[in-house]
């Protein structure tokens, strides 16, 4: 059985509509698997895109969206977040985003390389820096020395230091910190991985994959599916990333995709069901996400196969 077994009905000629450009050029690269040299036309309709224009309208004077002391100000909407939106969006690079990156290797980076703010403590240090490892490489910071050292900061804090893991805002392990930075992790390319990195993605992912989810109780918020996201998770971004990293045979990632598979509607489109906080709301709540769709059935594909649009 691939990937349209599962399926109600096949939402890839959905997901190309240009309403929006974001959806469709990341179904072009990841699902059609596109050459970047062919998306050119792609990534300018992006940036040309409305939501995305008005958003760059947005900074402030001094060119970034929120304080230049402290970018994680503003949440979502302040510069972490907002660059954090626009990595995830697969917006391209361009001279604001540029400009905010330094400012977040400038103002937001601790001493020892993890991405927090100085004056609260690193409280939820551990989404944010996943976060901003995933927005550096996306806008090409990744070979930036900092960005090197915080990942391999990171690294080293997972693979000898995991007391520091916990986070005191979730009361102790925070899922959805330990998938940030893993993510975070694998925004570097496989070749340019440490060994260190390396073990660290292997511990982070088998500490997700060995949490005993239950989504009928505990993770039931897990189900209220969104995007964008902010420091938050849920059950399409797990199944997403960890389908890139863990086998699909094992029972974790089996009972993971069985409920992905239930939230399809019966035209095959995940419904946004859950709050998108954040500056880019393109997608009403309780209505067919393409983003969210887009993730869900490159998850399918990339577990079950069958990928026929692939060149």
């Known amino acids: 059985m691939d990937w349209i077994g599962v399926m109600k009905r096949d939402p890839v000629p959905w997901l190309l509509d240009p309403a929006n450009p974001s959806a469709r050029l990341l179904t072009l690269r990841h699902i059609f698997r596109r050459p970047e040299a062919d998306l050119e036309q792609e990534r300018q ?3 040309a895109w409305e939501p995305i224009r008005a958003l760059i309208k947005q900074a402030a004077p001094q060119g970034l969206w929120g304080r230049a002391e402290n970018p994680y100000f503003g949440g979502p909407l302040g510069n972490f977040g907002t660059l954090s939106t626009l990595a995830q969006l697969g917006v391209p690079r361009f001279p604001l985003a540029e400009k905010a990156c330094e400012n977040l290797l400038g103002q937001g980076r601790l001493d020892d390389g ?90 982070l992912t088998e500490q997700v994959l060995n949490y005993p989810f239950d989504f009928a109780g505990r993770e039931q918020g897990w189900l209220q599916i969104h995007f964008p996201r902010y420091y938050e998770s849920d059950l399409v971004e797990l199944c997403h990333v960890l389908t890139g990293v863990a086998s699909p045979d094992l029972p974790q990632i089996s009972s993971m995709l069985r409920h992905l598979i239930t939230l399809q509607t019966e035209e095959g489109r995940w419904i946004k069901s859950g709050t998108a906080p954040g500056n880019i709301q393109v997608e009403g709540g309780g209505k067919p996400s393409r983003w969210l769709t887009f993730e869900a059935i490159h998850t399918l594909m990339q577990v079950y196969g069958g990928n026929a649009y692939a060149g």
């Open 114 to 203: 993890r991405f927090a703010p100085r004056e609260e403590g690193p409280l939820t240090w551990l989404c944010y820096t996943g976060m901003t490892l995933h927005a550096l490489y996306h806008f090409g910071f990744g070979e930036d020395p900092r960005t090197r050292s915080s990942s391999q900061a990171l690294a080293h804090i997972v693979l000898h230091e995991p007391h520091v893991l916990t986070c005191k805002i979730a009361g102790g392990l925070c899922l959805s910190g330990t998938l940030k930075a893993l993510i975070g992790l694998l925004s570097a390319p496989p070749e340019e991985r440490t060994t260190e990195e390396t073990a660290a993605i292997a511990t």
């Open 45 to 47: 309709a992006v940036l």
